[in-house]
């Protein structure tokens, strides 16, 4: 690029206004940059201008007053960039600006809005749909989360394979075997019982939470008194169809809702579930799946997108479109102990095969090239 040494933006904005997802990932890749040797490159943060944290203590901090998705973002964004000099931008949420740094990397973590644009919301249909395909052609490079995302990429929008990378992402630390005398006080806290069934993610038909619920009352119908389905998370787009259903089915009292759990309890909701259920229609990654294999909970997740190589061989994969097959699964994770012990032991192997200094080292390589 001509120059030994880059000044590299990472537009961070995204934290300041929603939890998880690519806040969730922001928070991660700037993390595990810091500590690796980037050859005396510059790195600026960008933070939303309400944000009082900040994100590294190593990084410089730039404030921007333009919001992320904001109708406006595409010609004030550029403009508050230009005076920063920035030789890389990296916008982590899909769309670039048009100009404001010599060299654009795009993260797209999934293509989503394409498959299902019946899941989204009419305001994030028309914010991504109406861009993505001006935004991977504006991009010098573009980072995905999975293999997945990769062949969509190619195959929905027509992206050229070399100009896509692929860096997986990884569980954080916290996310481990827990003894049960710290697991209790959060389960007390939680009003939880001793095991349950766990859903992480946001209440959202993206999710398939319908026919989760579906499985579970085949499972009840089946076994009798099986243990809760505790749903954790944050209420998302049609939120409310969820709730109806939970009631026809007679379900309000086995289905718990557990909204905005803490970072700092997830790990204890995780070690203590005899199953992970993720039957998403669409993932561009499945973090949760991960998580779960990281602190021994064994996986039950969707055949479809990226979900299969995240878990590879653990767990079970099933047809989300297929509640029998989902109410199979969940009773081979409540009554088969020794598969159960298998999958833990194996998750755990698995788990450890994702790094968030492999996934930082790549995008390094891809801000240098």
């Known amino acids: 690029m001509g120059r030994s040494t880059l000044h590299i933006g990472i537009d961070a904005r995204m934290t300041h206004y929603r939890a998880g997802g690519i806040s969730t990932t922001t928070r991660q890749l700037i993390g595990a940059l810091e500590p690796l040797d980037t050859d005396g490159h510059a790195f600026t943060i960008f933070h939303s201008r309400k944000m009082r944290e900040t994100l590294s203590a190593t990084f410089a901090r730039a404030n921007l007053w333009t919001p992320p998705h904001h109708r406006l973002e595409r010609i004030a964004l550029p403009v508050e960039l230009v005076r920063h000099g920035l030789d890389v931008w990296h916008t982590l949420d899909f ?19 394409l498959h299902y644009p019946q899941f989204l919301t009419p305001e994030s249909r028309r914010y991504y749909n109406d861009q993505i395909a001006w935004a991977v052609g504006r991009a010098d490079h573009i980072l995905t989360i999975s293999e997945s995302s990769k062949r969509d990429l190619v195959r929905l929008l027509n992206v050229a394979p070399e100009k896509i990378t692929v860096h997986l992402l990884a569980a954080d630390a916290s996310f481990h075997p827990l003894p049960r005398a710290e697991t209790d006080p959060i389960l007390h806290a939680l009003e939880l019982s001793d095991t349950y069934f766990l859903f992480v993610g946001t209440f959202e038909p993206r999710k398939n939470i319908l026919g989760l619920l579906d499985a579970y009352a085949l499972l009840r119908n089946s076994v009798g008194a099986a243990p809760p389905l505790v749903l954790a998370g944050n209420r998302g787009w049609l939120y409310e169809e969820s709730l109806v259903r939970i009631d026809r089915l ?101 788990a450890a095969t994702f790094t968030w200094e492999r996934a930082a080292r790549i995008a390094l390589s891809v801000y240098t090239t």
């Open 95 to 113: 769309i670039p600006p048009p100009f404001g740094a010599r060299r654009m990397i795009v993260s797209v973590h999934d293509l989503n809005f």
């Open 250 to 350: 007679g379900l309000r009292d086995s289905v718990l809702l557990r909204e905005n759990i803490s970072q700092d309890a997830l790990p204890a909701l995780y070690n203590r579930a005899c199953a992970l259920i993720l039957p998403s229609h669409y993932e561009g990654f499945g973090l949760p799946a991960l998580e779960a294999m990281a602190c021994g909970t064994p996986p039950i997740v969707s055949n479809r997108s990226s979900l299969p190589e995240v878990v590879g061989d653990v767990g079970l994969q099933i047809d989300p479109d297929d509640p029998a097959a989902l109410a199979d699964a969940m009773r081979r994770a409540l009554s088969d102990a020794a598969w159960c012990a298998i999958q833990r032991a194996a998750g755990l192997a698995r």
